[in-house]
């Protein structure tokens, strides 16, 4: 049996969400495939994307992002938190060259942890990134060149085998073998009218999903949603205040590509994944600044260039003042480009490729002289 060991970054939920969908498609192809994970999220999040059988071994296996709450994030704490877990790099590295050898992986698969390269590298064992940031690009303003913290995640990147570099990602220079790939996202099959009728929003003239991901809703005055007529609000958890009558809760358990799909506009802070499902359901978004966060400035390029969309100002979004962001991203003459989907079809065949003998390595190295 061979063994695919992923490691997969605890920063929110939006890597296992990159990571799920590949991982099932490799399933699908393949069963007799076994698939061990290496993470630090819980273990009823992973099970809510998993269709198929997986070994689970928690633990940490990077730092990530420390966020105050969902649009700013800690650097501080941030800074002394990937410092911290740098410190002891080398003693980590040496337990998780163990612990892959004990698992007799044939491979791994990183979202996007360095020290899962750095192990199998020196295991032996290939290793495929999948990503659309990466830690170096993210903790590059954090420190001054040549930090040992950059530096030993620097030589992880360049210990990676193959990068698969997702659409909407930043620049990842760090990798010196990339691949792109397809979108990696999810979408709903069901017709829009019979969703909106799910929901319990049938008759509501204009819907605005809120939604922030797994760090939670940012404080705003909930109160000023009520001003807003011919809206109504959905939120996936609502905050403990009374409510205006044009706000309700999701159903508890709703997927959410039925729900994009369901809205006329999502109100987010912007990332991989809420955008790339806004894409595939062609929904317009109004996304909240977050400057501090590398990552930032190319999703909002991306979204003034390409998508219905607005951005709107964090005072404007403290004192609930959307409307004017909200009619603009929904009367937006802009209109998404086809969408590049099947990523994790694409992933998931190399991996095959790779566990059935192919030469990674060879591949990776043919693709960077192909793409300089």
Known sequence: MRTVVAYISAHGFGHWAQVAPVLQALHDGDPDIRIVLRTGLPKAIIEARSAYPFELVSGQVDVGVIQRDAINEDIPATSKAVEKFHHHWEERIGQEVEFLRDSGADLVLSDIAPLAFAAAARAGIPSIGLASIDWHAIYTPLFPAGHASLEQIAAAHRACTLLLALPLGMPMPSFPRQRKIGLIARKSSIPRRPLRQRFGFANADRVALVMFGGSGVPPFRIEAMERMAGWRFVMPELPEAEMPANVQAVPVGSDMADL?????????????????????????????????????????????????????????????????????????????????????????GIIRAALAGGDLAAMAEMITSLTG
């Open 260 to 348: 994009i799909r369901a809205v006329d506009v999502i109100v987010c802070k912007p990332g991989y994944g809420i955008v790339s499902e806004a894409w595939r359901a062609t929904r317009p978004v109004v996304y909240v600044a977050r400057p501090a966060f590398p990552e930032y400035p190319f999703l909002r390029d991306w979204l003034q260039a390409h998508a219905p969309s607005f951005e709107l100002d964090r005072e404007f979004f403290r004192n609930g003042d959307w409307a004017a962001a909200l009619e603009s991203a929904f009367s937006s003459d802009r209109t998404y480009p086809p969408c590049p989907a099947g990523g994790e079809i694409e992933a998931a």
